[in-house]
């Protein structure tokens, strides 16, 4: 199963950002998608996802500023991200999540620097 992350690079401050994620339509329809990130050497962290029933969760330090969204007609799960600051650096990864197992992308790095 190959998830495919694409949208990352380099942003000032206060910049956007918005990655992309496409999954094999199987997978897209029936997992719960989401965003994770990870820093260097930090542990990896949800950022954003899909869950049971269709709601979102994101994580406290980017509610109000990230918006995951999702094209079921093209299997792609995305990121909007926005007033980027050098903490949201890190490496995004798209996760697929149910109860028979989960699958990750090979990551998109995102940095934050002026």
């Known amino acids: 199963v190959q998830l495919v992350e694409s949208g990352g690079g380099l942003v000032q401050p206060g910049g956007s950002l918005r990655l992309s994620c496409v999954a094999p339509?199987?997978?897209?329809?029936?997992?719960?998608m989401g965003w994770y990130r990870q820093a260097p050497e930090k542990a990896r962290e949800l950022v954003a996802e899909?869950?049971?029933?269709?709601?979102?969760k994101y994580q406290d330090s980017v509610e109000g500023r990230f918006t995951i969204s999702r094209d079921n007609a093209k299997a792609t799960l995305y990121l909007q991200m926005n007033s980027l600051q050098p903490d949201d650096t890190a490496v995004y990864y798209c996760?697929?999540?149910?109860?028979?197992?989960?699958?990750w992308g090979q990551g998109t790095q995102v940095t934050v620097s002026s």
């Open positions: 996760h697929a999540d149910s109860v028979l197992g989960d699958y």
């Open positions: 339509p199987n997978i897209f329809s029936y997992y719960l």
């Open positions: 899909f869950t049971v029933g269709g709601n979102v």
